[in-house]
């Protein structure tokens, strides 16, 4: 793939991305802003201390801070998915690029996001210690960078596996083997458990709900357009041949 198309490429997955980002920003507003909102009340009426200072008023970190960050992030996995993309092209096997890109998003989803998030779940505000805040992000980041690589390895082993086994038994044998070695993961990685007994375990359930939800409608959507997207840039002939089909019945003349 030369140069040209991979800055093409590049180009339209960020474009996707900001699209995707939009569209998680309205889930985000809608599913999520709330149960922040009710996790906020239960901290203050529960709060010990009062008169802290709000450096960033809570107006504006549930709208303009809430789609700098989710459109930013939207565009960051539009970069790194249409670079990511153009390697993975006809590399894991035969498919186009609109198939590709959906293999590429659901497999980032899963590794980058669901399997740290199964171990580590999201939590909503006066959930955790602040002081293990520092603790709980670096096994967040490790249990993120550990599901990545084992997701690598699970396809490099499915490749060099497929001759043998043939491809069906082969993905199934890398996939048994990503899911032990993640189980083993999540055996060996230490539990977090700071959630109040007080806590609304309903309120816990949906703020998760939500925050699962905002990641997938991301990936998928950038999966789905970025794979429209890649199609037109690498097959261009494609959409001209539908309008020349479609030409002729348009400029037939009348009886």
């Known amino acids: 793939m030369n140069s040209t198309a991979v800055r093409s490429l590049l180009v339209r997955g960020m474009l996707a991305g900001l699209a995707a980002g939009v569209l998680a920003l309205i889930v985000a507003y809608l599913m999520g802003e709330p149960h922040v909102d009710a996790a906020i009340?239960?901290?203050?009426a529960h709060a010990h201390e009062h008169g802290e200072v709000e450096l960033v008023s809570r107006a504006v970190q549930s709208t303009a801070g809430l789609a700098t960050g989710v459109l930013v992030y939207g565009i960051s996995v539009g970069g790194f998915g249409a670079l990511a993309f153009c390697f993975a092209l006809g590399r894991v096997g035969r498919f186009g690029a609109r198939a590709t890109a959906a293999?590429?998003?659901?497999a980032a989803l899963l590794a980058v996001y669901v399997v740290?998030?199964?171990?580590?779940?999201?939590?909503?505000?006066?959930?955790?210690?602040?002081?293990?805040i520092g603790k709980r992000t670096t096994l967040y980041f490790l249990m993120m960078a550990l599901s990545i690589l084992l997701?690598?390895?699970a396809v490099i082993?499915?490749?060099?596996?497929?001759?043998?086994?043939?491809?069906?038994?082969?993905?199934?044998?890398?996939?048994?083997?990503?899911?032990?070695?993640?189980?083993?993961a999540y055996?060996?990685?230490?539990?977090?458990?700071?959630?109040?007994?007080?806590?609304p375990a309903t309120l816990l359930w949906q703020f998760r709900?939500?925050?699962?939800?905002?990641?997938?409608t991301l990936w998928v959507s950038f999966g789905l357009l970025?794979?429209?997207?890649?199609?037109?840039?690498?097959?261009?002939?494609?959409a001209p041949a539908v309008e020349r089909t479609a030409a002729p019945e348009a400029a037939a003349p009348a009886v």
């Open 41 to 44: 009340a239960f901290e203050e």
């Open 116 to 132: 740290p998030f199964l171990k580590y779940p999201a939590n909503p505000p006066s959930v955790g210690d602040p002081e293990t």
């Open 187 to 199: 055996a060996f990685l230490p539990a977090v458990n700071e959630v109040p007994e007080d806590f």
């Open 226 to 238: 970025f794979g429209h997207l890649a199609e037109r840039v690498l097959n261009p002939k494609a």
């Open 157 to 184: 082993v499915g490749k060099r596996l497929a001759p043998r086994l043939g491809t069906w038994y082969a993905t199934v044998a890398a996939a048994a083997g990503f899911a032990l070695a993640v189980g083993l």
């Open 151 to 153: 997701a690598v390895a």
């Open 209 to 216: 709900l939500s925050a699962l939800a905002i990641q997938v």
């Open 103 to 106: 293999l590429l998003s659901g």
